[in-house]
Structure formats: C-alpha cells, structure tokens
C-alpha cells in the first residue's frame, strides 16, 4: 500500500471520529440552543415556515423550545403574527424554514443539513486546492486540516449564522479561482459575494475588498470589477428595499441591530476593555433608560437603530480624545491571532494555533511570495477587515468563516518553503 493512501485512510478514520463526536454532542445540545443569537435565527425561521412572515409571534423563548421537543406538535398548532423584524441577516432564517417547510420541524433537520453542507465545503475547498495544482499530498493536507477545523467544530453544534457563512466565503473562492483561470462566467461568484453579506455583515467589505486589489494587480479586469460589484450590490439591494417597505421607512438597512454593534464598538470601555474573546462590552439596555419611543413614529426596530447610532455619534463629539485609542485598539485585537482573555477549551486552544499559523503565514507571503492572487486575498482580507473593525467590534466568533482563506495562506507557504527547499537540494531539478 502506497503512502498516500495509507495516509487518506488514516486521515479520513480520523475525520470520522471527529464528525461523530460533534454530532453527538451538538444532538445533545440541540433542545437548549444557549446563544441568544442562535436561538432568535431558529425562531425567525420558525416564524416564517408557519406565518410566512420574516418576523416574531407571540410566544416565549420557553414555549417555542417546549415546542421543537414535539416536531408533530408545531405541525398542527397556530402562531399568531407578531412583527416584523430584520434584526438579524435573512440567509440562515431563509434556509431553517425551507428545512422546516420541507423536512418537518426538527431541530434534527438542521443539524444534519449543517453537517452535509460542510461536507460539500470539504469537497469545494478539496477542488479549490487542486485547481491550484498544489502536489497531492498538500491538497490532501489542506482538506483534512479544513474538516477538522477547530473553529467550526466549536460552531457547529450550534445554530448560530457562522458555518453557513464559511461554506458560503469558501464556495466563492473557488468560484473566483475558476473564473481568473478558465474565465468562466462571472456571475456565479458575484451572486455568491451577495449572500455572502446577507450571511453575515461582518463580511461586507470582504468581496469589494478582494476584487479591487485584484484589479490593481492585474487579475481582474475594471469591467469585472464593476460588474462583480453592481451584481453583488444588487442582490443585497432586494433585502434592503424589502426592509424599506416592511418598515416604511427611507433608511438603508441591512440589519437593524447595526445600532446596537456601533455603540458597542464606540464606548469607554474599548480601549483598555475589548479583547478579540469578549468584544461585547456594554448592555445596551442601560442605554433604554435615554431612548424615549416617543420621539418618532418609527417600527420599534427602525427607532431603536437610529437611536444607538445617533447616541453613538454624541459619544465621539464629546469625547475626540477617545476616537485614536478605540481604533488602534480594535484594529489590533482584530489581527491578532492570540486570546486576549482566556478562553478554556482544547477547540479554542486549536482555533488561535490555526489563527497563528496563518498570520504567520500572510507575513510570510507579503515578505516572499511573488503569487498576485494569494496577495490580493491577503491584502483584499486585511483591508475589510480593517473597515468592518472601525464600524462594529471584532472577535474569533466572527472570523470564523474566513478559516478557509487562511487555511488556503498556510498551503501557499507550506508549497513555498518546499519548493525553495527542493531547489536548493537540487537546483537543476528546480530550474
């Protein structure tokens, strides 16, 4: 038996055990999803499977969990419309219902639906690498190393927004990929690009970001650029003008909790407060006690998000002295690969090792690699990532669905050092 094989079928029992540990215990954990977070893309997906609404209905976080311990139960019960919301992105509430509306109303469903589509991630990063035609022994690395990677299985035994965002940040790799090499179409990576953001506004510069310094460098075209944009600006659009009808209302949103993330990530505590594990550093409902609903005749939603961004633009007039300080200090805490607060746990202790290697690896890449594309997604990276931090907070949560693009920087220089190592055991062999 050759050692690439032995080496896939070592690798592969092992991916297998991890699977089954992880399903066991996100099954375990299923019935009390514990993030607000996540419950609240659960009950959203709920309200619109059985109401047809985007929105809330009248019953208790309690109740409804009460009510997914007996899937047959939901099937017959009614749920009154309560309002609508967009509190949080469409893309993973739109997906829970579908499952629901098609599969039945188990949580179960969800779990196995969230496993199968990081097993296409798996297949979709595994063509990634090849079409970089790294040797097959690193493509075989990179794709076991994206499988068991710490941070999903840290996310995946709950129903939070991340994993689906990390499929989808990988999907559009590869489409990007495919089309600089083989000038496919265009549009499928763009169209990508727009959900991507509908995941997960964390990522809203990432697309733009990444196509125009591959403009710069030459590898995209300015027609590309334009129209890549204009796609993606487009499909995000048909969310923002659904937001404006439902709230009648003439203000650009994406989500209506951007008020609460902007005061969160501008006050007093951040710069000697917020670390890259515990970014949330305020209640925003000590702010309540100043928020008069009274004011206007605004959706609840719509007024509280004006609020916190009008009450977050006070805090920098009167205190300028802050706004230098809370900028290093986030743009640092965003870069850096190390827990700034400890964070027990042999998964979080394997996410920041991943997150080290790979910031050593994008030094590596800048300093020594002559590839255009992999520093156009390093610098395409650093730069949204440096414009969402000055917006909202960071944290390892929310850079969970870039692993794939750091993962594909730690191949790039493990093929490097390779290469240079070969050439120089044998520099004939290497011209």
């Known amino acids: 038996m050759q050692i690439k094989q032995i080496l896939k079928i070592g690798l592969g029992f092992i991916l297998v055990l991890m699977f089954s540990y992880n399903w066991i215990v996100a099954n375990e954990i299923k019935s009390d999803p514990g993030f607000s977070d996540a419950f609240e893309f659960l009950y959203v997906g709920l309200s619109l499977a059985k109401t047809g609404q985007y929105g809330y209905f009248q019953s208790t976080r309690k109740e409804i969990l009460n009510d997914f311990n007996n899937p047959e139960v939901i099937k017959t019960k009614t749920y009154i419309k309560g309002e609508s919301t967009a509190f949080r992105p469409p893309i993973w509430p739109l997906i829970i219902a579908g499952i629901f509306f098609v599969f039945g109303y188990s949580l179960t469903n969800i779990l196995i639906f969230k496993f199968l589509i990081h097993l296409l991630g798996i297949y979709i990063f595994h063509k990634t690498l090849k079409l970089l035609n790294f040797k097959e022994y690193l493509t075989i690395t990179g794709t076991f190393l994206y499988a068991i990677s710490p941070a999903w299985q840290l996310y995946s035994r709950l129903f939070l927004s991340e994993p689906i965002t990390y499929f989808f940040i990988t999907l559009w790799i590869y489409l990007l990929i495919k089309y600089i090499q083989n000038k496919i179409s265009i549009i499928p ?14 990522s809203l510069f990432l697309p733009f970001s990444v196509w125009f310094i591959m403009f710069l460098t030459q590898k995209l075209k300015l027609k590309v650029f334009i129209i890549s944009s204009v796609i993606c600006i487009s499909i995000v659009s048909l969310w923002v003008v659904r937001n404006m009808v439902a709230f009648n209302t003439q ?27 515990q970014g949330d550093l305020i209640d925003v409902r000590e702010l309540y006690s100043e928020f008069d609903k009274n004011l206007n005749k605004d959706h609840f939603e719509v007024a509280r998000m004006k609020f916190f961004k009008g009450a977050t633009i006070n805090f920098l007039k009167n205190n300028p002295e802050l706004i230098f300080p809370i900028i290093s200090k986030k743009i640092k805490s965003a870069f850096n690969p190390l827990p700034e607060s400890r964070k027990a746990g042999i998964l979080e202790i394997g996410r920041w090792f991943f997150q080290l290697l790979s910031f050593l690896s994008m030094i590596y890449l800048l300093l020594w690699s002559k590839n255009k594309l992999i520093k156009s997604l390093i610098f395409g990276l650093i730069f949204s990532t440096i414009g969402i931090s000055l917006i909202t907070y960071s944290g390892f949560r929310f850079r969970m669905p870039q692993v794939g693009l750091e993962l594909l920087f730690i191949i790039f220089v493990l093929d490097d050092i390779i290469q240079r190592i070969k050439g120089k055991i044998n520099p004939q062999a290497s011209a």
């Open 189 to 202: 990576q763009a169209c990508v690009a727009g959900i991507i953001i509908l995941c997960h506004p964390y």
């Open 251 to 277: 203000e650009i949103i994406i989500t209506t909790s951007s008020g609460e993330v902007l005061a969160k990530g501008w006050n007093e505590k951040v710069p000697k407060e917020h670390t890259n594990t």
